[in-house]
């Protein structure tokens, strides 16, 4: 029986979900990525994007593995609107980088509480289920799908993951400043001979700024390539790019990296 490994990218806009009249082909939505791993769905990220997944075919939502990378608007605000949050029966496992389950649910819980929302986490039906990790820890999940995690450069802290299922592997990094990772032999070893990186690539090249806590197409491609990498998704694009510019992007870092493609909102590759 073929074991089913899947991403789909239900977000791909970095920063806020504007659309300039010229980003048709790649969409706006903020940032999510869902993951089928044999009967396991894994979720990275709750931008506008994960208001789609309630209508993904295919993908098993009775029970729901949600994966933050760190909490800034673009990766959370799209859990505000989820239907999936209050249909009860459904189980949401919500993991994050911290020390105890009870920090991470305030978190959450102020993001969706008044001013700024006015449901919030207890009116959900859903039931959800908090679980803190310490920081380079690995997770196992049921059916045989293991989840490794490496802390990455990024203004408050940001977590870049290794899913590991079927022997393919599948890396997310979003919202990392590559430069500050120049010697850091544990992301190259996330990222090795993964079948699909989801790479941060908000600036184009030459115009990466210190200290944001981002990178380029250009040191994307690298990482990719140092890596072993089979193929590499640019992803988390400046609101301001259009879909010529984009196009740019991947046409340049295929010269470094062949396998590279720019993620679209609801691509859909399987490993």
Same mark, same amino acid.
């Given at each position: ?40 769905t894994l979720v990275f990220d709750t931008g506008t994007g994960f208001c ?122 979003? &919202?990392? %400043? ?5 010697? *850091? @032999?544990?992301? !190259?070893?996330?990222?090795?001979? $993964? ?11 030459g115009r990466v700024i210190e200290g944001w806590g981002h990178s380029s ?25 259009? &879909?010529? %510019? ?5 046409? *340049? @870092?295929?010269? !470094?990296?062949?396998?590279?493609? $720019? ?9």
């Amino acid at each position: 029986m073929k074991q089913t490994f899947e991403v789909t990218f239900l977000g791909t806009n970095g920063s806020c979900a504007y659309n300039n009249g010229k980003r048709q082909k790649y969409g706006t939505n903020t940032l999510c990525v869902a993951v089928k791993a044999g009967e396991e769905t894994l979720v990275f990220d709750t931008g506008t994007g994960f208001c789609g997944l309630s209508g993904l075919p295919g993908y098993g939502l009775d029970t729901i593995h949600l994966f933050y990378s760190h909490y800034h608007a673009d990766h959370v605000g799209g859990l505000l609107f989820s239907p999936l949050l209050f249909e009860a029966g459904k189980n949401i496992h919500i993991y994050g980088q911290h020390n105890e389950a009870s920090d991470l649910y305030r978190i959450i819980d102020s993001f969706l509480s008044p001013p700024l929302h006015p449901v919030g986490l207890k009116e959900f039906k859903a039931n959800l289920h908090f679980h803190a990790f310490a920081a380079d820890s690995a997770i196992s999940l049921p059916n045989g799908v293991k989840v490794k995690t490496h802390t990455l450069s990024h203004p408050g802290g940001s977590v870049g993951y290794r899913v590991e299922y079927g022997g393919k592997a599948f890396c997310y990094c979003a &919202d990392v %400043e590559l430069a500050n990772h120049q010697n *850091d @032999a544990g992301l !190259l070893e996330l990222m090795k001979d $993964a079948e699909l990186l989801v790479m941060d690539a908000l600036f184009e090249d030459g115009r990466v700024i210190e200290g944001w806590g981002h990178s380029s197409w250009r040191q994307c491609a690298a990482f990719a390539r140092n890596a072993g990498a089979k193929r590499m998704a640019l992803f988390h694009y400046h609101y301001s790019l259009t &879909d010529a %510019e984009i196009e740019k992007m991947e046409h *340049d @870092a295929k010269k !470094l990296f062949p396998d590279t493609f $720019a993620a679209a909102d609801f691509m859909r590759i399987s490993l």
